[in-house]
């Protein structure tokens, strides 16, 4: 029975001191004060673009790996119709660049690489789209912590010099503490954010290398000799 009662014990002061420890953290959170408005405004704008970004991301890099030969064949058949129908039933850039293409069989091949790097340029700017937003957010969110930490500083020594008589170690210490607040929560958001971009930016860049290979591919099958 000993025993069981001292498991219990044990059990219940570890439940106590994660309770602790909880409360302990909201505590900091809101001696944070103002300034964890804009930062925590941050985070969620990166957190919504990431997602929204890697969804799109995701869906754009959806063609089938067999679309390509089957365009090829198609087009060497000479059902151009066919062609245009299976690139309007795919939702890819990679679809509507050669989409774009197929409409220009007959000009030109300046004009046709033209007219899918035209398109291929409006498909680059939708991946694109917001990536900037969150590098801001990314550079935007340690600045605004540091301003925080500024602030808070300031404030701190300000009541420091009104004390009277010597200054407790506990005020100094809490002051500071609770300024730095700011600085840490600007720096996790901001970690986070970029890390976030550079990820992005990778899977826009592999996205853009395999448009620039099939339009070169596309290219080249219109090259050859029928």
């Known amino acids: 029975m000993t025993l069981i009662q001292n498991l219990s014990a044990a059990d219940t002061t570890s439940v106590g001191a994660s309770e602790d420890q909880v409360v302990f953290f909201f505590e900091l959170i809101l001696k944070g004060g103002f300034w964890l408005i804009p930062i925590g405004g941050l985070s969620i704008v990166a957190i919504y673009i990431f997602f929204e970004r890697l969804r799109s991301l995701n869906r754009a890099s959806r063609t089938p790996f067999e679309f390509m030969e089957k365009i090829k064949d198609l087009v060497t058949s000479g059902d151009v119709n066919g062609a245009k129908l299976l690139c309007s039933q795919t939702d ?48 935007a969110a340690p600045m605004i912590g540091f301003l925080g930490t ?77």
């Open 92 to 139: 890819s850039p990679i679809a509507k660049m050669i989409e774009k293409g197929i409409h220009r069989i007959g000009s030109p091949l300046k004009s046709i690489e033209a007219s899918i790097e035209n398109v291929g340029k409006i498909e680059v700017y939708k991946l694109e789209k917001n990536l900037s937003l969150l590098a801001t957010t990314a550079g």
């Open 150 to 226: 500024v602030s808070g500083m300031i404030q701190a020594f300000i009541s420091i010099a009104q004390e009277e008589g010597s200054v407790s170690p506990k005020l100094l210490s809490t002051g500071i503490y609770e300024a730095m607040i700011t600085t840490a929560a600007g720096l996790v958001v901001g970690i986070i954010a970029y890390l976030g971009y550079n990820y992005l930016v990778s899977k826009v860049q592999k996205a853009i290398h395999y448009m620039e290979y099939t339009s070169i591919d596309f290219i080249d099958l219109l090259q050859e000799p029928q």
